[in-house]
Each structure stands twice: as structure tokens, then as C-alpha cells.
């Protein structure tokens, strides 16, 4: 099992840009979501699903979209990437009857 | 989701035992008691989880008192590589209402010394 990978591991954006975050698990878990990290600080959750198909809002869901067509697949699309979204973006997933979560490497993203 | 209150940071020397303390004073009769490790450029890692009184497993034990509104996290002989932020999360993964979020707080910096 390859677990939890995250792309690009890296990223540098201009102020405007849009991109999208890729994360995929093969363990088969019915949860992802994906959380944010600034420096010196714990994790933010972003946004999460529950199934394929279903997406809901976390803490801080501004500026980021989110869809899950497949039981692995749960892209971050950022839309207009601002210096404020600076950030480390850790996509992660479990099962529904279990906290012991699963987390990428993260990407580290970067707004200019 | 029970609030969490944690020591921002602790110190400790290589070879003793280490023990945070996480208070969680409202918590639920369904909430599970979870800890997670998270080291430099990585994401956080499961440690263990309990719902009362003491679970062991190969890295650390959980001890978790009667009226449950706190739990340690308990490392025995810390070693260098154990520098990391420990993370104490409270709640029910098992929700019928719906998903639980995990919500992470800002969690315990330890720093092991030689």
C-alpha cells in the first residue's frame, strides 16, 4: 500500500493563480480531508468528505473548493491563490469508525 | 467537540520518561481520547487512542483517570528522535449524526536533550 501521496510536493504561485492539490488513497477509507498548517501552528481542517460525492466545510473553507468523484481521488482547488494561503496543505484519511488518521507528506505552497 | 488544554511545550533528557497532560474537562460519554505525533516536515502520526483507564501499545500508554476530564500521554525512555509536537484530540468517531471533525489544536512541543 502506497497509503496517503499528495502532488506536487512543492509550489510556488503568483498572487491570482488558480491550481488544484492532488491526494489519493488506497486503503479504501470512506473519510479524507485536508487541513493547512502555518508555521508554528497546529492543523486548520479545510474540508472533508464523507463518501464519494459528499463534501462538507471545515474551519477555514475561503478561497479553496473541493469534489470527490472516486473513493480515492479528493483534489484541494485553490481559486485565486493569495499570499494569505502560504501555507503547508496535508491531505489525510480514516475509516468511519476509527481516529486513527492517515496523512500525506503535505505540500508545501507558496503565494507571491 | 470537547475543548482540549495542553502545555505549549515541554523539555526532557534523553532515557527518562515523559508525560503530558491533556485536560478535556467536557467531555462526551461517546468520546475517545486520541493522541498524534507530529514531527518537522511531516504530517501527524496516529500514537493511541483509549477510552478509560490505561491502553499500551509498543511507543507509549495512555492513562486515562475515572472521571475521564483529563488523560497522559506517557513515553518511557525518550530518545532524540522523539523531539516532536504531541497533539491530544478528543471525540467520537463513531457519531451517528454524521462525520466528527478532528480538530487539532496547537499541541505540546517536546524537545529531547542529550
Known amino acids: 500500500n502506497a497509503g496517503v501521496t499528495q502532488t506536487p510536493k512543492f509550489q510556488v504561485l503568483k498572487t491570482g493563480q488558480s491550481m488544484t492539490l492532488q491526494c489519493a488513497q488506497d486503503?479504501?477509507?470512506?473519510?479524507m480531508s485536508w487541513y493547512r498548517q502555518d508555521p508554528g501552528m497546529g492543523l486548520r481542517l479545510i474540508h472533508y468528505?464523507?463518501?464519494?460525492?459528499?463534501?462538507d466545510q471545515g474551519e477555514v473553507p475561503n478561497g479553496y473548493n473541493v469534489s470527490r468523484s472516486t473513493t480515492e481521488d479528493f483534489p484541494l482547488r485553490l481559486l485565486s491563490a493569495a499570499p494569505s494561503q502560504t501555507s503547508v496543505y496535508f491531505c489525510?484519511?480514516?475509516?468511519?469508525?476509527?481516529?486513527?488518521?492517515?496523512f500525506g507528506p503535505g505540500t508545501r505552497l507558496t503565494v507571491t | 467537540l470537547a475543548k482540549t488544554t495542553q502545555p505549549i511545550s515541554m523539555d526532557s533528557y534523553e532515557g527518562q520518561e515523559v508525560n503530558i497532560t491533556c485536560s478535556h474537562n467536557?467531555?462526551?460519554?461517546?468520546?475517545?481520547i486520541t493522541w498524534y505525533q507530529q514531527f518537522p516536515s511531516q504530517g501527524p502520526r496516529f500514537i493511541i487512542q483509549?477510552?478509560?483507564t490505561k491502553v499500551t501499545n509498543e511507543v507509549a500508554s495512555l492513562f486515562i483517570p475515572a472521571d475521564r476530564k483529563s488523560s497522559t500521554l506517557s513515553l518511557p525512555r525518550v530518545s532524540l528522535s522523539d523531539t516532536a509536537v504531541y497533539y491530544c484530540?478528543?471525540?467520537?468517531?463513531?457519531?451517528?449524526?454524521?462525520?466528527?471533525?478532528?480538530?487539532f489544536g496547537a499541541g505540546t512541543r517536546l524537545a529531547v536533550h542529550p
Open positions: 489525510a484519511s480514516r475509516t468511519s469508525v476509527s481516529y486513527e488518521q492517515y
Open positions: 486503503m479504501n477509507h470512506e473519510y
Open positions: 468528505s464523507v463518501g464519494a460525492g459528499i463534501t
Open positions: 467536557n467531555i462526551a460519554t461517546n468520546d475517545y
Open positions: 483509549g477510552y478509560k
Open positions: 484530540l478528543v471525540g467520537s468517531p463513531m457519531f451517528s449524526g454524521g462525520y466528527n471533525k478532528l480538530i
